[in-house]
Structure formats: C-alpha cells, structure tokens
C-alpha cells in the first residue's frame, strides 16, 4: 500500500477540468448581476478606510474585510465551487469561521484612537490596495477570455484572500498569524488546484498571497512615538 | 428539378468528396451492427464501446453544462451505446447524468454501472441506494468495489445484494496498474461477473496476467483510462496515423487506440469519456467494422511505441 500512494499525482485527485472550474466565475457574476457593484464600492472603502488610518476606520475595514470572507465562503466556496470539489466546502466554512473571527477582533480590539503611520504610508497603502484589487480581477478575464468572468474581491476566494492580507497588517505581529493561517492554507491548496488544472495565469494571485502573507508575518507595526 | 451538370457544380461535388474523405469520422454515418461482446458468466451481450463519467460529468449544477453533456450522452445513445461507469467518488457526475437521463428518458437504453466507494466496509447498501437515487434508477446492472476500498466487506454485501435481486452484476476496479497482485488474488478466489482496470496502447501491464486470468475465470473485463485521461491525444494527435490505419479498420486516432484494446480478446468493453459531441462520435465509430489480428495488434502497438 505504501508505494501504491507514491504512483497518485494530483490530478488524479481532480474530479474536474478547467473548463468547468473557470465557468464558476462566470455562474457566479451571472447569477449576482448587478449586485457586484456592492463588491466594487467593498474594495473602494476598504481602500479608503486604511488612508484614513484611526481606530474606527481599521475597524470599520476589518468588518468589511470580515464580511467578504462571509461572502465569498458562503457563496463561491459552498455553493458554486463545493458541489464539484468536495474540500470547497469544507474551506468555506473555514472562511466562515475567519469572517467570524474577524468581525469579533474589528469590533473589539483596542486601537489606539490615533494613527501612529506617516500620512505617505497610509496614501500607498490605500491606492495600492485598491490598484491591487482592481487588477487581480482582470487575470481570471486573461484566463479565460470571457469579460464576465472576473474574480472580484468579497465574491471570489483567491482574491478576497489576497486582499485580506494587507489588512491584517492592522494587528500587531503577535496576533496576526492567526488571521494569516487560512489564506496561507487556503492559498497552497488553490495553487496546487490551479496548477494541476494548467491555469497558470489563474495561478499568479495565490501565488502572490504566499508572498504577501509570508512577508506580513515579519513586518511589525511602525511603533507609536512617545509624546515626550 | 433537374440539374444541368456545370463545371461549378461538377468542381463542388468533387470538393465534397475530398473533404469526405477528410473527416470520415463527421462525414459517413457508422454502417453495420454494433459491436458487442458477451458477459461471461450470463452471455448477456454488451457494446463493445461504453462511456466513462470521469471528471467529464462532474459539472455541478451548471445548467448550461448540463444540457451540453446530455447531449454528449444523447450521442451515445444514439450511435449503439448502453454502458455507462461511474462512481460516487466523481463529485456530481451521478447526479448529473440522473437528470441528463430524466431529459432524455432513455432508461430502458442504459447498462447502469457504478461503484462502491467508502472506507466503511457497512455501508455498502446505504452508498447503493444513495447512488440509485441520483440516477433515478431501481437497481443497477453492475456494482463494482472502487480501487479495492474495503473490498472485503463491500464484496461480501454486494454477493448478498446479487443474490437478492438487488444488483445484476457485481465486480471489482482498479486503475493506473495499481495493485494488480491484490486483485489477481481476489480474480483467483471470488466470484466475479466484472473486473475493470487499465488498459490501452501504451499500458499494457494487463495482458500479463489480468486478461488472461479473466479469461480462464470467465470475468468479463471493463478497460478504463483507454486514452490515458486524454495523454495520449495529446501525444499522438500530431502525428500521421500509419498508411495501413484502413486494413485495421481505423479511420482516426480514437478507432486506433479503442480498437488496440477491443481486439484483446478478453476485453468485454472500452470506456473513454468525452465532453465533446464529435468525440464522442469518434469513439463510437470504433463500434463498427474490422478489428485487428493478433499480428496487427502487434504492428499497432509497435507503431505507437515507435513514435
């Protein structure tokens, strides 16, 4: 039995191809039209929040956050992505649960009331979020093809979970990691997925949030300056 | 409406026969009688040519895919074919082809075949009655062990369920040349109606032992993987199929590779899968005409091996 696990690869693993993977992004828009404009103003206050910078807007950007790991488990995970992909649901759950968590962490950490970030830094935070979230969507169109089936963020897993790592900078290094572990998980098990489906272009945002959430568990909170 | 012959249309019907000459397999529809080979131990006869579910049917709940592979499925049906595989494993692909068959209402055409596959060697009747469900069917014609999952208790239920009138024909699965001593042994020692495992042009570990042991023990055998899960397309599409393809009865790669593993003599049946209409078109085309000798057998799989 031993050897006969080595001679499994992981597409045979794959109960499905790429076209109806790449077709759940399509459903999913379809179904949804017009109510992705909600997604759209989503990643513009996100964005707009962490330029902001005091205690109520990391707040109010981590519920946000929360809300669209609620949104993109609930809905592309369980049901557009689980019926074909067992583990979906189980990930979808998972991102539940992270949603949960993180609305409980945006409601009551305590932040102090004021900034302690450069004006400049807050400025490239918040353009580069967004200029982030505006063009990761476009990969899964380059991918495919088809303009409607761009990957939002809030709707589609891969890029929520990209989107939501910058925003954990908002919590100190030695909480962070909690709110790192699924999309580091998540991340691996989507490009193992896309890989073996030879979606390489697809493959580049989970890729890009391994680095992201590698490098996040090493970047500390610039510290508050003493008063005195 | 009689037709002057012109030089136009005399130079348009000349054209349409070369293209004919070029895409047989969309060009001329399959003449003869289909294919079949008998199950050994009830001499029931089956089409030679039978369609897997394998990643092909697992579309969810996309209508669109949907009505595309009822179509798919519509084909089979309609060019000979009657033997469908699945297995629970195969995410929605039951379901699937539940509805494609409620769509087509082509139940009385179907030779239902699925499998087994828990590790929970008690819940072979309730995977059974889960499985009849989403095709929408009474009973099966065969109930296979998946890969040998807890084959020891799922056997001995599902000699039971034959018994019983639950299930026609009952078998055992294995694919990628996995533990063939283990399934040798179970060939030796159980009462089989099925085995099904890999088989085709370039995996040919089977003819070893496997095919000959189910022909001495009069198991009837299943071929999966006929075309590598598409590889060998992939390998071979390019290249020219040989000059004597038509002397072996083979007009396209698909013919090539379906009739290598028809032609052994105990193969009851191929399964590929196909989530294109022309395809599938292709594949049962190998239901019809001459199959390989022996000693084109041999030039076949040579050629290949060549390339």
């Given at each position: 039995m031993g050897t006969t696990w080595l001679s499994y690869s992981l597409s045979d693993f794959l109960m499905f191809g790429p076209e109806v993977f790449l077709r759940l992004f399509v459903r999913i828009n379809q179904d949804l039209w017009p109510w992705q404009g909600v997604a759209v103003v989503m990643v513009i206050a996100i964005g707009a929040l962490l330029v902001r910078g005091d205690a109520m807007a990391r707040r109010s950007a981590l519920l946000l956050v929360a809300a669209a790991w609620l949104w993109s488990g609930a809905g592309f995970l369980m049901h557009y992505y689980g019926p074909i992909n067992l583990p979906a649901i189980w990930f979808g759950w998972a991102f539940v649960l992270q949603g949960a968590l993180l609305t409980v962490a945006g409601l009551f950490w305590p932040w102090n009331a004021a900034t302690n970030r450069p004006i400049w830094s807050r400025w490239l935070m918040g353009i580069g979020w967004i200029a982030l979230m505006g063009l990761s969507p476009l990969l899964a169109v380059a991918q495919t093809g088809n303009g409607q089936a761009a990957a939002l963020f809030a709707v589609t897993p891969d890029v929520t979970a990209l989107g939501a790592v910058p925003c954990m900078l908002l919590f100190p290094r030695r909480v962070r990691w909690l709110f790192l572990l699924l999309p580091l998980i998540w991340s691996l098990f989507s490009m193992a997925t896309l890989w073996t489906l030879g979606t390489w272009v697809l493959a580049v945002i989970p890729g890009t949030t391994l680095v992201l959430a590698a490098m996040a568990c090493f970047v500390s909170p610039r510290q508050a300056r003493n008063p005195d | 409406m009689a037709h002057e012959l012109t030089r136009r249309r005399f130079l348009a019907a000349?054209?349409?026969?070369?293209?004919?000459?070029?895409?047989?397999?969309?060009?001329?529809?399959?003449?003869?009688?289909?294919?079949?080979?008998?199950?050994?131990?009830?001499?029931?006869?089956?089409?030679?040519?039978?369609?897997?579910?394998?990643?092909?049917?697992?579309?969810?709940?996309?209508?669109?895919?949907?009505?595309?592979?009822?179509?798919?499925?519509?084909?089979?049906?309609?060019?000979?074919?009657?033997?469908?595989?699945?297995?629970?494993?195969?995410?929605?692909?039951?379901?699937?082809?539940?509805?494609?068959?409620?769509?087509?209402?082509?139940?009385?055409?179907?030779?239902?075949?699925?499998?087994?596959?828990?590790?929970?060697?008690?819940?072979?009747?309730?995977?059974?009655?889960?499985?009849?469900?989403?095709?929408?069917?009474?009973?099966?014609?065969?109930?296979?062990?998946?890969?040998?999952?807890?084959?020891?208790?799922?056997?001995?239920?599902?000699?039971?369920?034959?018994?019983?009138?639950?299930?026609?024909?009952?078998?055992?699965t294995t694919s990628h040349g996995r533990r063939h001593g283990d399934f040798a042994r179970i060939m030796e020692t159980e009462p089989l109606d099925f085995v099904q495992l890999t088989y085709n042009v370039l995996d040919r570990e089977a003819e070893d032992r496997l095919l000959p042991l189910a022909r001495e023990r009069g198991i009837a055998v299943i071929a999966n993987r006929p075309f590598q899960g598409g590889r060998l397309f992939r390998r071979f599409q390019s290249e020219a199929l040989p000059p004597w393809a038509d002397e072996v009865g083979c007009r396209n790669w698909a013919e090539f590779f379906l009739k290598y593993i028809l032609s052994h003599p105990a193969v009851t049946c191929a399964i590929p899968a196909t989530t294109s209409v022309e395809h599938m078109k292709e594949n049962m085309g190998a239901l019809y005409g001459a199959l390989p000798d022996e000693k084109q057998r041999r030039r076949m799989a040579a050629y290949v091996a060549g390339l």
């Open positions: - | 000349m054209a349409a026969a070369g293209l004919s000459c070029r895409m047989p397999a969309l060009m001329a529809a399959p003449k003869g009688d289909v294919m079949t080979n008998p199950i050994p131990s009830s001499g029931e006869r089956v089409p030679a040519v039978g369609m897997g579910t394998w990643r092909t049917f697992n579309v969810g709940g996309d209508q669109y895919l949907i009505d595309q592979r009822t179509e798919v499925l519509k084909t089979f049906f309609d060019l000979g074919g009657t033997l469908v595989d699945c297995s629970p494993m195969y995410g929605s692909a039951a379901e699937v082809m539940g509805e494609a068959l409620d769509t087509l209402n082509a139940r009385e055409k179907l030779f239902s075949a699925t499998k087994i596959w828990t590790g929970d060697g008690d819940a072979t009747r309730q995977q059974d009655r889960e499985s009849r469900r989403k095709w929408g069917i009474e009973r099966f014609d065969l109930q296979q062990v998946h890969n040998l999952v807890a084959w020891q208790q799922h056997l001995a239920t599902l000699q039971q369920m034959k018994a019983d009138g639950d299930v026609r024909y009952i078998g055992i």
